[in-house]
């Protein structure tokens, strides 16, 4: 037997873990009277302990990431929360392009090496938008890669506003949009499409096409529309990588 009142140690016998053999058990008083266990079952409770955090904190580490990417990727606030599988597709046409773009998602990282992007064409108030939020998710998280989503109305803007020496230049938002690994480009066609404004967007899918980086295109145009204002060579370009999903049907907002 030996006691030790200072550091708590009342008692210490011989004991026996069916682990880790005989082992020496410390009778503790420190408030209530407590016999250690095995330190063998210890050491290995402890060092499981350390590598579920080592497992754990890359996840957590991953997740933040994946949670900053997608608010560093200028989508709209409304819809931050928008996932492919909160789209609701109720009709047999909503049915077929949800489906079309979630099997697009399952193969993204094939898309990402690629390039190959998609057009989501139709009616205002569909989802497209929508969708395209849930394939930056699917980026950001699952293969985390950078996104960007932006209007091309808000693109031509933030280009005029350069001209004023702002601190940024025309060439600076043109590398930020083209270097990106997945860019989402709204509302192409919104607006007549000045010279320049086409130029900038002839310019921006010439060099994700030739960089092999997916372009995700929403427009509210159909194919001939779409056709006159971007041009024949970008639209066939783009079709040569990017299959078409069609949204043919009444808006979502137009619903009482």
């Not at 994946?66 to 409304?78: D, F, I, T, Y």
């Not at 597709?89 to 979630?102: F, G, N, R």
Request: hydrophobic share 35%; with cysteine; proline share 4%.
């Amino acid at each position: 037997m030996t006691t030790n009142p200072i550091m708590g140690v009342v008692e210490t016998k011989r004991a026996h873990c069916e682990t880790h053999g005989d082992y020496e058990s410390v009778l503790l008083n420190l408030g209530q009277p407590r016999w250690t266990g095995c330190p063998g079952c210890s050491r290995a409770a402890i060092a499981d302990h350390e590598a579920k955090r080592a497992v754990d904190q890359p996840e957590e580490l991953r997740r933040l990431q994946a949670q900053a990417m997608l608010e560093a990727a200028g989508v709209p606030r409304r819809l931050q929360t928008a996932t492919l599988r909160t789209y609701v597709s109720e009709t047999d046409s909503q049915q077929a392009a949800h489906k079309l773009v979630c099997e697009y998602a399952k193969h993204l990282g094939e898309k990402l090496e690629s390039g190959d992007g998609l057009i989501m064409m139709g009616n205002m108030g569909t989802g497209k938008t929508h969708l395209a939020v849930g394939l930056i998710r699917v980026a950001t998280r699952t293969h985390n890669v950078k996104a960007r989503y932006v209007t091309a109305p808000a693109l031509f803007s933030r280009v005029r506003a350069s001209y004023s020496g702002n601190g940024e230049t025309e060439a600076d938002i043109l590398a930020e949009y083209a270097d990106t690994p997945l860019l989402v480009l709204d509302e192409i066609g919104v607006g007549k499409g000045s010279d320049n404004e086409l130029n900038l967007i002839y310019a921006l899918l010439g060099r994700r096409y030739d960089e092999c980086r997916p372009t995700v295109i929403i427009t509210n145009l159909m194919s001939e529309d779409l056709r006159a204002w971007l041009g024949e060579r970008v639209v066939d370009r783009l079709r040569e990588t990017s299959p078409v999903v069609l949204f043919n049907w009444e808006s979502y907002r137009g619903r009482a």
